[in-house]
């Protein structure tokens, strides 16, 4: 379990507040915030992080054995959907660690590592969930999206998911760290939606969108695609779209 919970009411951005304070936090101590000024999203994106009563939560992670890191972020998407799946709706993972409900966005990962002289001292692992975000600010949002109460039709209680969601990060913690993608890859496999289909590829400039084939996720959890000159190709970077 976390070794503290650290609320504050505003805040930049929980991770900015990670990696900040990085070396004076504990390993497993968690950072939340109800509203966040400067919410970010991966390639740089804003996250819209109003006061809606949703989850902008940070781990503060310095495992002893970072080999395993790149699965962290992929473990708490598996987490976060299920957790999200108590409320009685169905769950897909897109790769590598978004949640969606019925084909939209409900929860989005950022993970950043803590470097020291080009060593990682630990990651800080953060996560958003839309639990209810109005429809109004949904439609504003550029990418196809949704929240936890409209997709239930009842208002989402923060703290009752923010506890189940750290309770269900930690009950398998360890065994991800020491075991990487094998730890949780049937809870990951099972959300997955796109293997065997069609998609593209977009790097983080917005530039290109290459088609490829998703054939499969190797050992260590990385995408294997079909590229349309028909080799084989290991996806390490980039945003599929479905
Ligand atoms: C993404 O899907 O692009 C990642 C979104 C990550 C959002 C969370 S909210 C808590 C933490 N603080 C941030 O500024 N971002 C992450």
Redesign the pocket.
Same mark, same amino acid.
């Given at each position: 379990m976390p070794i503290s919970i650290i609320e504050f009411e505003t805040i930049d951005?929980?991770?900015?507040y990670g990696l900040k304070h990085f070396d004076e936090l504990e390993d497993k101590t968690v950072i939340t915030a109800l509203e966040?000024t400067k =919410?970010? !999203?991966?390639f740089d994106?804003v996250?819209v992080?109003g006061r809606f009563e949703n989850i902008?939560?940070?781990f503060i992670l310095k495992p002893s054995k970072l080999t395993r890191i790149a699965n962290l972020t992929q473990y708490l998407c598996a987490a976060a959907a299920k957790v999200i799946e108590t409320y009685g709706v169905s769950t897909q993972i897109k790769y590598p660690n978004?949640v969606l409900v019925d084909g939209k966005k409900i929860c989005?990962?950022?993970c950043e590592s803590k470097l020291k002289t080009n060593a990682i001292q630990g990651v800080v692992l =953060?996560? !958003?969930v839309n639990l209810n975000t109005p429809q109004e600010v949904i439609d504003s949002i550029d990418r196809p999206a949704t929240s936890l109460n409209l997709a239930t039709g009842k208002h989402i209680d923060r703290y009752l998911f923010l506890n189940k969601l750290v309770e269900e990060f930690f009950s398998n913690y360890e065994k991800a760290i020491h075991e990487g993608f094998s730890a949780f890859e049937e809870d990951y496999l099972k959300r997955t939606e796109f293997l065997g289909k069609k998609i593209f590829i977009q790097q983080r400039d917005n530039s290109q969108k290459d088609e490829c084939t998703a054939l499969r996720l190797d050992k260590n959890g990385n995408l294997i695609v079909k590229t349309l000159s028909g080799k084989e190709k290991t996806i390490l970077s980039g945003d599929l779209i479905l």
């Open positions: 951005s929980t991770n900015t966040q =919410g970010r !999203g991966r994106r996250w992080s902008y939560m940070s978004d989005g990962i950022l =953060g996560i !958003g």
